[in-house]
Nanobody, 121 residues
Framework: QVQLVESGGGLVQAGGSLGVSCAAS????????MAWYRQAPGKSREFVAG???????NYADSVKGRFAISRDNAKNALYLQMNSLKPEDTAVYYC???????????????WGQGTQVSVSS
């Protein structure tokens, strides 16, 4: 019953900015971690940014200084602000979280359906 839904993707020119959001809903207990991944056609899914269990953050080298991850714990939401976008940032962006399902108290990894971000040159 746990679900992650991304939103906010779209088309933007190189150098522009875009924000994407992820909302978790359902029978949610504790959330161990949340992160953003992305996948371009023909390429492997790669880590972009995420929160560790201690609330520290990690960023892929390719996005450091340009992207910022944040979250709203009360809303079980995750956000990624993307600035100075480059054509190579074009990908489907996925939300991932390890969440305790209250129905059975088991922690599982969940993926959102993804949202398309396209950066034109």
């Amino acid at each position: 019953q746990v679900q992650l839904v991304e939103s906010g993707g779209g088309l933007v020119q190189a150098g522009g900015s875009l924000g994407v959001s992820c909302a978790a809903s359902g029978s949610i207990g504790s959330i161990n971690s949340m992160a953003w991944y992305r996948q371009a056609p023909g390429k492997s899914r790669e880590f972009v940014a995420g929160f560790n269990r201690d609330s520290s953050t990690n960023y892929a080298d390719s996005v450091k200084g340009r992207f910022a991850i944040s979250r709203d714990n009360a809303k079980n939401a995750l956000y990624l602000q993307m600035n100075s976008l480059k054509p190579e940032d074009t990908a489907v962006y996925y939300c991932y979280a390890v969440i305790q399902n209250l129905a059975d108290r088991i922690y599982r990894g969940y993926w959102g359906q993804g949202t398309q971000v396209s950066v034109s040159s």
